[in-house]
């Protein structure tokens, strides 16, 4: 989809249209100090999986990430542990971690154009605070909802139907950076938008079934966000 002005009554948001944003390679740039925590906590561990494999599972949460990178009997072996190991390692890395370019103005446009945003994250609350403090917007989100607000973690659509209820909303657009984000979203009757500053290409974003592939979310200052609620059934 092209992005584009909106341009007249019939493009502006009716109330209830709800923005909901990932947080973790979507509003702050974390993903690869994830990947490098939960690398080290898997070497910690003697388990030998490759950095890659890892980054391509982060996105999804805590709870089905070992099983999907390592197998389930790693899962049931070192689960928690390597959870622990994980969080601590993360704890370490979080001073490291910035806002993404364009994160504080796409949020701050949306709200100004009447949207209603709500953040739907696998990720901790107190990683999703630390995020949300980081850039800046905290005030103008209607809900925030994390792993503990929903019963199965992403790529099910809990954690993005948990937000849209809070936020009060009737339908959204989801905006996320991952193949899960977009698989939620699907789940959920939504669009998603993504970026690739999570570290998937295009084309596999567009294969899952992105609406709209952008490098940035600075990118996604000017597009026609009514029409993307739309594209949603």
């Known amino acids: 989809m092209s992005a584009g002005t909106p341009d007249g009554p019939a493009h502006r948001p009716r109330p209830g249209d709800t923005v909901i944003f990932d947080v973790d390679g979507t509003l702050v740039d974390s993903t690869y100090h994830h990947a490098l925590a939960w ?3 898997f070497k910690e561990c003697s388990v ?3 950095l890659w494999r890892v980054h391509r599972a982060v996105g999804m949460g805590g709870d089905r990430l070992v099983s999907a990178v390592a197998g389930e009997q790693v899962e049931q072996e070192h689960g928690d542990r390597l959870r622990e190991l994980w969080e601590a390692g993360y704890d370490e890395l979080l001073p490291e971690v910035d806002p993404l370019p364009g994160a504080a103005d796409l949020v701050r446009r949306l709200h100004e154009q009447g949207f209603v945003l709500a953040v739907g994250s696998s ?7 630390a995020a949300l403090d980081a850039v800046g917007v905290r005030d103008l989100f209607a809900a925030v909802t994390t792993s503990e607000d929903a019963q199965e973690s992403k790529p099910a659509a809990d954690i993005l139907r948990a937000a849209l209820e809070a936020a009060g909303g009737s339908r ?3 905006v996320g950076d991952t193949p899960y984000d977009v698989e939620a979203a699907s789940s959920l009757g939504a669009a998603c938008v993504t970026v690739r500053t999570g570290g998937f290409g295009a084309e596999e974003l567009e294969a899952a079934g992105a609406a709209h592939v952008a490098d940035g979310l600075e990118d996604l200052l000017d597009s026609d966000w009514a029409a993307f609620v739309t594209r949603g059934r």
């Open 123 to 129: 990720g901790k609350p107190k990683y999703t605070d």
């Open 48 to 50: 030998d999986v490759p």
């Open 39 to 41: 690398h080290r906590a």
């Open 172 to 174: 959204a657009v989801v």
